[in-house]
């Protein structure tokens, strides 16, 4: 029996491209488990078979517990060290003892449970193997045929038992994918699943786009050519942006191809999907106005504050720059990073008039001076009673119409302003009321929530976005009631993320 052993090893090993150990424990895991149901106990066997003779021993074994152990579950497979020394004086604690017993014969097992255990010795082995090959690839572009289609989407076969699943969102929308085609994806996700790694692949991530781009562009592989990001609309438009290390590569044209060769391979992979390469910018205002193609953009005003910008048109260009449905404006706004409003030309004009309005206001207000010195401030670019009374003296000198001391003046009353505001801020917080929700908050109590809304934590949402640090600096306490007591104000986030 020992060489039916190695022959079943040899075979299987060479059919399924499985480690012969792998098989070995295979055949051991299936001679224990026969071997245990020969005894009325419910035994625990171990068999070793020995690699190249195909020779196996069997043994009953114990798991060894301390004398006062509590944790005994099964009398039939553990022993306390009183009894295990008895079977191995050098018996130890969390290891075993065992005996030898007789052995089953290897072709008198029952035939279904050795294939049994064999067969999911094997599955699990191949499962490792896809697990170690993928794990660490990704975002890496994959290759395979279409095995199937259903309604929750397509199974690919990569190849060396490993299998993609593309889920029907990942799939580009109206894209006709049918059995046996050869279609590229991005991995997007290893999942470890008990019935094996789950390979899930996707065809609508921005990502998948630039992958593409750099097999068919020689020049971005090179590293001569930079794509920096992409914005995608599945399956009908994207755009890219581009940059070139090597002064002499134009990256827009290599990107495009000889007659538009290399930018349609993208575009036939992808459905038709339409892609606009944009080249990339420093300066954010004209990386946006690149960005905005094929609308031309007549001027741009930049908040870097709320980091957007007001991009005017030409009103006969304006469904242009918006784009059917607001596709150009909101991949324009997913590449660039910055918060897009498109207008026209006329209504920039308006939205410009009202700002300036509203300044002048403000300085007129607050500073106490005529339109005339408001509207000086405003054409030199400030926005804020702040700038005027932080900004280095120094650069409100070089204002033509502003001497030393209209410039001392205009600092002096800023000041004041921000002082009289914090001030009254200050009074308010001090003298704020602590709300209902803070007050029901289990482990605040009323001085406690007093003190916290003297300090401007009036809410329960407001307890909620502290940091235990901030908490102990307010009122003394353990941090680890300060860590409760914030966990507490936080609860309800994790109950409406479970709706």
């Not at 050519?225 to 890219?240: F, M, S």
């Not at 030409?314 to 207008?343: C, H, P």
Request: hydrophobic share 40%.
């Amino acid at each position: 029996m020992s060489k039916e052993i190695l022959t079943v090893v040899e075979v299987v090993s060479n059919e399924k491209g499985v480690e012969k150990d792998v098989i070995f424990g295979a055949i051991e895991a299936a001679l224990a488990s026969a071997a245990a149901k020969k005894h009325e106990e419910d035994i625990d066997a171990r068999v070793q078979i020995d690699r190249k003779t195909g020779e196996h021993e069997t043994f009953r074994r114990w798991m060894v517990f301390e004398d006062e152990s509590t944790e005994l579950e099964f009398p039939d497979q553990e022993l306390r060290m009183i009894d295990a020394v008895d079977i191995d004086e050098n018996a130890t604690p969390g290891e075993y003892v065992e005996v030898p017993i007789d052995s089953v014969e290897f072709g008198r097992i029952s035939a279904q449970m050795a294939k049994q255990v064999i067969v999911q010795k094997v599955r699990e082995a191949e499962r490792d193997q896809v697990t170690d090959e993928y794990k660490d690839r990704e975002g890496e572009l994959l290759s395979g045929l279409v095995k199937r289609v259903d309604r929750n989407g397509a199974y690919i076969d990569l190849g060396g038992n490993a299998e993609g699943f593309i889920p029907r969102e990942n799939l580009i929308p109206r894209e006709a994918i049918r059995m046996h085609d050869r279609v590229k994806a991005l991995l997007a996700e290893v999942k470890d699943e008990p019935r094996g790694p789950q390979l899930i692949l996707t065809r609508t991530s921005p990502q998948f786009l630039i992958e593409l781009f750099k097999i068919e562009v020689p020049e971005v592989g090179q590293g001569l050519i930079e794509i920096l990001g992409a914005a995608r609309d599945p399956g009908l438009r994207a755009k890219i942006s581009v940059k070139s290390n090597e002064p002499r590569i134009d990256p827009v044209g290599a990107c495009v191809g000889i007659r538009g060769s290399r930018v349609q391979s993208v575009s036939n992979e992808l459905a038709g999907e339409r892609v606009d390469i944009i080249l990339w910018n420093d300066n954010p205002a004209q990386y946006v106005i690149n960005a905005m193609s094929p609308a031309e953009v007549i001027s741009i005003v930049v908040d870097e504050d709320a980091h957007s910008m007001d991009v005017a048109v030409d009103e006969e260009k304006l469904s242009q720059a918006i784009g059917r449905g607001g596709q150009n404006i909101r991949l324009a706004s997913e590449l660039t990073e910055w918060e897009l409003n498109v207008m026209t030309e006329v209504d920039a004009d308006m939205k410009s008039e009202q700002e300036t309005r509203g300044l002048i206001e403000l300085f007129t207000g607050q500073l106490d001076v005529d339109e005339e010195v408001a509207l000086i401030l405003v054409q030199e670019g400030f926005a804020s009673v702040e700038e005027v009374a932080y900004v280095p003296a120094s650069e409100l000198m070089q204002i033509e119409e502003f001497d030393e001391d209209i410039v001392d003046e205009l600092r002096n009353r800023a000041r004041d302003v921000l002082l009289t505001q914090a001030i009254v801020a200050e009074e308010i917080i001090e003298n704020a009321e602590p709300a209902e929700d803070l007050l029901e908050l289990k482990g605040v109590t009323k001085t406690l929530a007093s003190k916290l809304a003297s300090k401007g934590v009036i809410t329960r949402e407001d307890l909620a976005e502290l940091a235990s640090d901030d908490l102990i600096e307010i009122h003394d306490m353990e941090k680890e009631k300060a860590d409760a007591l914030i966990m507490e104000a936080r609860s309800h986030w994790f109950d409406e993320d479970e709706k």
